[in-house]
T-cell receptor, first 112, second 109 residues
Framework: DAGVTQSPTHLIKTRGQQVTLRCSPK?????VSWYQQALGQGPQFIFQ???????QRGNFPDRFSGHQFPNYSSELNVNALLLGDSALYLC???????????FGSGTRLTVV | KNEVEQSPQNLTAQEGEFITINCSYS?????LHWLQQHPGGGIVSLFM???GKKKHGRLIATINIQEKHSSLHITASHPRDSAVYIC???????????FGEGTQLTVNP
């Protein structure tokens, strides 16, 4: 049974570019949450998707957007990249009640 | 003040020592997670608990809801336990995790 799968694992982008990160949830999970983890800090909540809609959002600008597909997979899009967007982006899936919260291995984004 | 605070930030131990990491939270929670993150990023969920105590191998997690405090204990520590340990609160008002800053544990042989 595959867990949460994220792609790509590493990515280097130039300031001002746009990036799309992808997440496939664990089988049986329908809720996907995205987190940003800067070096040496705990993860910060970006947003959560359930039933193809954004249900909750953390304190992130509109440059950060997402999408959830009918198969529950999700994308995180970041526009107009800044150097400060360099971080590990983690995806986590769960049931709607939070049961079985499972993290992916993350995508390491470097903005140069 | 962060809603979830951990101590210590850094911890160095000798192999075999008993280790305790503490977590305090200021928000109402329905559950608290203990997570382990190795270099490279991947996060593994160790425990999710809402009351009492859970044990898995050499790991023990306890929570005191009244005092809003949880502890993670590692018995007979081993160098492979070296990682960042993070506590995260699952709030009653929503369905997202609020994370502590993490504790960097290094166990020397």
């Amino acid at each position: 049974d595959a867990g949460v799968t994220q792609s790509p694992t590493h990515l280097i982008k130039t300031r001002g570019q746009q990036v799309t990160l992808r997440c496939s949830p664990k089988s049986g999970h329908d809720t996907v949450s995205w987190y940003q983890q800067a070096l040496g800090q705990g993860p910060q909540f970006i947003f959560q998707y359930y039933e193809e809609e954004e249900r909750q959002r953390g304190n992130f600008p509109d440059r950060f957007s997402g999408h959830q597909f009918p198969n529950y997979s999700s994308e995180l899009n970041v526009n107009a990249l800044l150097l400060g967007d360099s971080a590990l982006y983690l995806c986590a899936s769960s049931s709607r009640t939070g049961y079985g919260y499972t993290f992916g291995s993350g995508t390491r984004l470097t903005v140069v | 003040k962060n809603e979830v605070e951990q101590s210590p930030q850094n911890l160095t131990a000798q192999e075999g020592e008993f280790i305790t990491i503490n977590c305090s939270y200021s928000v109402g929670i329905s559950a608290l997670h203990w997570l382990q993150q190795h270099p490279g990023g991947g996060i593994v969920s160790l425990f999710m608990l809402s009351s009492g105590k859970k044990k898995h191998g050499r790991l023990i997690a306890t929570i005191n809801i009244q005092e809003k405090h949880s502890s993670l204990h590692i018995t007979a520590s081993h160098p492979r336990d070296s990682a960042v340990y993070i506590c995260a609160a699952w709030g009653t008002s929503g369905s997202r995790l609020t994370f502590g800053e993490g504790t960097q544990l290094t166990v020397n042989p």
